[in-house]
């Protein structure tokens, strides 16, 4: 096992330093590189989680390929070897945490599908009955399946937590027919997927999207139905009323929600134990839904 915190044995400057990838500019392409850091409540730790770079990646790499019928996503390739620049030399510390993908445009917002009732929505439909400001049926419950599911986008944030906003808003933001493409193709991939994932036993609750323009085409980038972006539940656990039995990091928010920690820098220490639990949580999604192990 080859824990990776950072990537400082490439050596070509980093375009980009997120709280989890590291992002390398190859002129008109980027590398990917999806280190074992962790984030929870927009802070990230100082511990690392062992594999969890090498889980996100090939679990957003299986997604891709699955789901490129519904719409062109931006990877080139997967295999260091394929890498340019120079880079296949780092083959080994790359394989399976990587991809070399297209450069392309991002466009500012997130693209948020709920298939049933948790987090932000659920705080605003026990505050006002909607979801993204949209009127629901009463008695809903934590964890119930929404009649439908719902596109829900919010706001890009460089900082700070990212703001939802209406369908309404989204419009105004990039205008009718951008809107109304990224709900299509949001709810599209959200449907493949879902259906997917409940034939391995899997409940993906809901899940965000990162769309980009290439070649004047709408094109899905960054990363894809990965226990960061995306809630999964055992459906074999599955009671709507209460928090259910989940494979992403939601352990570990859990964990640290029953501390005193306020939430803001710095991190408190985490324990091995909620280390290799978190570790064994993203393994266990990826076993489930690729059909092999880590």
Same mark, same amino acid.
């Given at each position: ?6 990537? #400082? &044995? ?8 997120? *709280? ?6 190859? /002129? $008109?392409? +980027? ?92 705080? #605003? &439909? ?8 949209? *009127? ?6 934590? /964890? $119930?399946? +929404? ?112 501390? $005193? ?5 710095p991190a408190p220490a985490l324990p091995e134990e909620v280390i290799q639990k978190t570790s064994e949580k993203y393994k266990q999604a990826y076993a489930l839904l690729v059909g092999k192990e880590i």
């Amino acid at each position: 096992m080859d824990l990776q915190r950072d990537t #400082e &044995y490439i050596d070509l400057p980093v375009l980009l330093k997120g *709280k989890v990838r590291n992002v390398y500019d190859l /002129g $008109d392409s +980027l590398l990917l590189v999806v280190t074992d850091r962790i984030s929870a409540f927009d802070v990230v730790f100082d511990e690392l989680i062992p594999d969890k770079g090498v889980v996100l990646n090939s679990i957003s790499a299986f997604w891709f390929d699955y789901t490129k019928d519904v719409i062109k996503n931006h990877v080139i390739s997967t295999n260091p070897e394929d890498y340019p620049m120079g880079l296949s030399q780092y083959a080994d510390r790359l394989r399976g945490r990587s991809m070399w993908v297209k450069k392309m445009k991002m466009l500012p917002v997130e693209c948020i599908v709920r298939g049933y009732l948790e987090g932000s929505a659920l705080k #605003e &439909y026990k505050e006002s009955g909607t979801i993204s400001g949209l *009127k629901q049926k009463e008695g809903l419950v934590q /964890g $119930d399946k +929404l009649p439908s599911p719902m596109f829900t986008p919010s706001t890009k944030e460089e900082e700070g937590h990212d703001v939802n906003i209406s369908y309404k808003e989204l419009e105004v933001l990039i205008g009718e027919d951008m809107a109304k493409q990224l709900s299509d193709a949001s709810l599209a991939l959200y449907e493949k997927a879902s259906a997917y994932a409940l034939s391995k036993g899997i409940i993906l609750a809901d899940t965000k999207f990162e769309f980009g323009m290439f070649d004047g085409e709408l094109v899905i980038g960054d990363e894809m139905f990965t226990p960061d972006s995306s809630r999964f539940w055992a459906l074999s656990d599955y009671q709507p009323g209460r928090a259910q039995k989940s494979f992403d990091k939601q352990y570990l928010r859990e964990w640290l929600e029953s501390t $005193d920690w306020d939430k803001t820098p710095p991190a408190p220490a985490l324990p091995e134990e909620v280390i290799q639990k978190t570790s064994e949580k993203y393994k266990q999604a990826y076993a489930l839904l690729v059909g092999k192990e880590i």
